[in-house]
């Protein structure tokens, strides 16, 4: 008997499944805290609290993991010198530190609009290559012709012996600035992925586990190890790709939409006829546009962790994530008397910082580059909770209330308060915890408000569910403005919203708003067995999902026609526009198994689907179009090792 093990490292629970390979059920699943600063801590937990005696015959071990979203969130990356090539149109203020623009570049037609400057090339090679760990490159018109970018890879990995991302390999969209941050932030990933695959690989080994090792791309796709180490910016929101396709597989629903409630975030998509629904224009993340595709969705910063607190009487959720007090109480032996005796601020003082029930502890993170203040403040932060009150007296100055910000950015703290899952400790719904600290809070809070625990608790509740059904309701009716569904849905009304499709729920305590949710719209609303672990399985059942485009073009000089195809790694010249298209269908299916089989997918376990779009001229002379794009998409399941 054979098995496969998923596993996805989120924001708050790392989780692991073991799913039977002869019928796909699921038949053992474990959840963990995610650990910060190493996800790697978090995964050994969740895959440790499996019953080891599955693990020998696990033949496939997938992973989706939020490393490559935080690094960038975060700013951690490694350093990156990026290089772009010809007519760039850059940002007043480009965020990059490291890079420079050269003469070179290529035409729409793929031939050489200027000279590369390769002398430039070298230069800057040598000047930064200390100080670097990686470069990116990207040239004006590299998706018709990459000449200059393999030009500059093959020099800079000459002289410096350093990675080098060319911006052709990862899109074939146009955008030469795009591609470059896109290269630049895959380059910056390098070093990181590798040390996480190395980790997990040497993890998987050391339990006894001989398997396949994939990946989990924002597509919703899967892809093989060696393609995720050289191309790990594919791996951001990979978190949500993977709720879409293990909500679809739970469910058995290949068309549905999810909501999915984590401990940061609520995040809403969909899957049709079994594919996911992606973002044309590329991923945004940090405030960086790539060309990365990924799953469309709404995303709103309210989960089951975020930070509920109180200020001139109105109740805020988010959009930071704390620690719930009822997991607090457990983690922190003394948390509980420091939660009862404390001091509660007057109501002029209370901020989103000064709360009577949050709380700041270390992380254990390495701290480095911090200013004087921020070290002063690291030393009276320990690995005890403390108030922002606790802070001021021992520092014997006065302090800003977001003075703890930054070190919470650079996760060197983190913060405790009380949370929606304290109020479903409270109302006795969920309480995996510490039920009495999360009662004690909501007294503390109820105090700052008109209501009582109960009533405070039950509000909290009913936001959340308002939440789910607006991040619903906003992904379904695109472009129609949030504050006017808001109003519809919060406004008593005799009519409801009605979804056509069924409504998946996903995290851990869904089912506690079923109810709640049934009152805003109308829907088939499911939650799945398994469901709290439903990112864990979508790791493992995502398919291998290969699309690539190939150009076939007209271009006219005077009286003279020349057919050209572009491919992702080739342009040839045709002398005829038949010869061009029977040459690009056989050379796009070659490149989908290609592709497959790097990926561990047999080509008989592979299917592809070819689409056409042609451009006419109204007025030509023998109706051959004077341009063809040819889509290929392939699909096909990780084979298992026998």
Same mark, same amino acid.
């Given at each position: ?378 030393? =009276? ?103 006017? =569904? ?128 042609? =451009? ?14 040819? =889509? ?11």
């Amino acid at each position: 008997m054979h098995y496969s093990l998923g596993i996805d490292a989120g924001g708050t629970y790392t989780d692991a499944v073991i799913v039977r390979d002869s019928d796909r059920k699921v038949i053992d699943s474990n959840k963990a805290l995610t650990t910060y600063p190493d996800l790697l801590t978090g995964i050994e937990n969740a895959i440790g609290g499996l019953d080891s005696k599955y693990l020998p015959d696990v033949k496939l071990v997938s992973v989706s993991t939020t490393l490559a979203t935080n690094t960038i969130l975060e700013k951690t990356g490694y350093p990156v010198a990026l290089i772009l090539i010809g007519k760039h149109t850059l940002p007043s203020n480009i965020p990059i530190e490291d890079f420079i623009v050269v003469k070179g570049g290529h035409n729409v037609a793929g031939l050489e609009d200027d000279i590369l400057d390769i002398e430039a090339v070298r230069e800057y090679a040598l000047k930064v290559k200390d100080r670097v760990s990686a470069f990116a490159v990207s040239s004006y018109f590299s998706i018709r012709n990459p000449e200059h970018e393999l030009k500059v890879r093959d020099l800079i990995s000459e002289l410096t012996g350093l990675p080098i991302v060319c911006g052709h390999e990862l899109s074939r969209d146009l955008g030469a600035y795009e591609r470059g941050v896109t290269a630049y932030l895959n380059a910056q990933l390098l070093p990181i992925a590798d040390q996480f695959i190395h980790a997990i690989q040497t993890d998987i080994s050391k339990r006894g586990i001989d398997a396949k090792l994939m990946m989990l791309k924002c597509d919703g796709s899967v892809i093989g190890i060696h393609e995720a180490m050289e191309k790990p910016i594919e791996s951001i929101f990979s978190g949500p790709a993977a709720s879409l396709m293990g909500a679809s597989f739970l469910s058995g629903n290949d068309t549905c939409a999810v909501i999915d409630v984590g401990g940061t975030s609520t995040d809403v998509s969909l899957n049709y006829s079994g594919f996911p629904e992606l973002v044309d224009t590329g991923a945004v993340v940090g405030g960086w546009h790539t060309k990365v595709k990924a799953i469309r969705m709404e995303t709103s910063a309210m989960g089951g962790d975020s930070h509920v607190w109180i200020k001139s009487r109105n109740i805020n959720i988010g959009p930071r994530r704390v620690v719930p007090l009822c997991l607090a109480a457990i983690k922190y032996p003394g948390f509980m008397e420091m939660l009862k005796s404390g001091r509660t601020p007057s109501r002029i003082q209370l901020a989103e910082n000064v709360q009577p029930t949050k709380f700041f502890v270390r992380t254990g993170k390495e701290a480095k580059n911090l200013s004087s203040f921020e070290k002063e403040l690291l030393e =009276i932060i320990q690995f005890e909770p403390v108030s922002l009150n606790d802070i001021f007296w021992k520092i014997g100055k006065p302090i800003s209330p977001d003075s703890v910000d930054s070190l919470i950015q650079k996760r060197l703290v983190q913060a405790i308060g009380f949370t929606p899952t304290d109020s479903l400790h409270v109302l006795g719904e969920y309480t995996k915890w510490d039920r009495e600290a999360s009662v004690i809070g909501a007294k503390i809070l109820a105090r700052l408000t008109p209501m009582d625990e109960i009533e405070l608790c039950m509000h909290i509740k009913k936001e959340v569910a308002i939440n789910m059904a607006l991040d619903l309701m906003s992904f379904m009716y695109k472009g129609v403005s949030k504050t006017e =569904i808001e109003k519809m849905i919060r406004g008593d009304f005799l009519s409801q919203f009605k979804v056509n499709v069924p409504v998946v729920l996903l995290g851990g305590p869904v089912s506690c708003y079923v109810e709640e949710l049934n009152r805003l719209i109308v829907a088939d609303i499911i939650v799945p067995e398994h469901a709290d672990v439903g990112n864990a399985v979508g790791a493992l059942v995502g398919k291998g999902v290969k699309s690539i485009e190939i150009l076939v073009k007209s271009f006219y000089k005077k009286t003279e026609r020349s057919i050209l195809m572009f491919s992702p790694v080739e342009r040839r010249e045709f002398p005829t526009y038949s010869e061009a298209l029977e040459y690009a269908t056989e050379h796009g299916k070659k490149l989908i198994l290609d592709y497959m089989q790097e990926s561990d997918m047999k080509p008989e376990n592979v299917s592809i689907d070819i689409k056409r779009e042609d =451009i006419t001229m109204a007025d030509g002379d023998d109706g051959t179009p004077i341009e063809t794009k040819l =889509i290929f998409l392939g699909t096909g399941l990780p084979e298992k090792d026998s």
